[in-house]
């Protein structure tokens, strides 16, 4: 059997002022996907805490999917509303209904959500977003009408 190639993974994290704000990027992400302007797999609304806490306010998984990856993302994201234990655990059992046998690629999505979250600051609401992009300037037009900041992230998992 021939080893699987590493896949780019690229997520873009969307901050802004104002909650009110993160909320209407979300809506226009959704609705730039249905235009084919960009190709996302899943966007959420993450609210940081000035504690460092994080919650999910709102997310949709935009296209169909049976990948372990989105599997494991989906299941920690369910898990964060339990904590650490929760987290792991999510991030497992999500893997597992998605497929994946390979514990290392798990571990190294949960890396790569840990950075990509740091991106929101504490007392900040902001958009992730992870898929594909097609033409930079879609999203970086975005964040400037809206006042916010863009950060991108590519990584192989």
Known sequence: MAKKEKQPYHTVTFTFP????????????????AEGLVGFEQLVVIKRED???FSFEDAVQLT?????TKG?????????LGGP???LFGTLTGGLIGGTKDLKHV????????RTVGNIEPGQTGVMAIGEEFDHSVLDGLAAELGG?????????
Request: proline content about 2%.
């Open 18 to 33: 104002e909650e009110s704000i993160s909320y209407q990027a979300f809506s226009k992400l959704k609705k730039y996907h």
């Open 51 to 53: 504690n460092g806490a």
């Open 64 to 68: 169909p999917t049976n990948k372990s």
């Open 72 to 80: 494991a993302l989906i299941g920690m994201a369910v898990g964060i």
């Open 85 to 87: 234990f929760g987290i």
């Open 107 to 114: 571990q190294s999505i949960q890396e790569t959500f840990k």
């Open 149 to 157: 900041t863009v950060t991108r992230t590519d990584e192989e998992l």
